[in-house]
């Protein structure tokens, strides 16, 4: 059974930053590809970054580019997401997922695995 959880959310002003982790356990964790998306109130979720499982590929939502940073941390099973600059459009509980194979991926169904979220609240 694999688990993850996130930790790192809370409430930042308008330009501010956080960093988010996300701590697994309960498989190899260096083979399979991670991803943070987001859901923000009556809204779907929507992906926001991905990291293969290596570590050597990312991607990331075009509004977040240049603002965000995936990583990971293999020999600590932590990948984690550092947000900069942000502004209350990612105002969003975060959740973090574990992929089904080693490549980057943006789809939510190619996620095995979920975290229980974490509140992000950016004030203007």
């Known amino acids: 059974q694999v688990q993850l959880v996130e930790s790192g959310g809370g409430l930042v002003q308008a330009g501010g930053s956080l960093r988010l982790s996300c701590a697994a356990s309960?498989?190899?964790?260096?083979?399979?590809?991670m991803g943070w998306f987001r859901q923000a109130p009556g809204k779907e979720r929507e992906f926001v970054a991905t990291i293969s499982g290596s570590g050597g590929n990312t991607d990331y939502r075009d509004s977040v580019k240049g603002r965000f940073t995936i990583s990971r941390d293999n020999a600590k099973s932590t990948v984690y997401l550092q947000m900069n600059s942000l502004n209350p459009d990612d105002t969003a509980v975060y959740y973090c997922?574990?992929?089904?194979?080693?490549?980057?991926?943006?789809?939510?169904?190619?996620?095995?695995?979920w975290g229980q979220g974490t509140q992000v609240t950016v004030s203007s």
């Open positions: 997922a574990a992929g089904r194979r080693s490549t980057i991926t943006y789809y939510s169904h190619e996620y095995a695995y």
């Open positions: 309960g498989r190899i964790f260096g083979f399979y590809s």
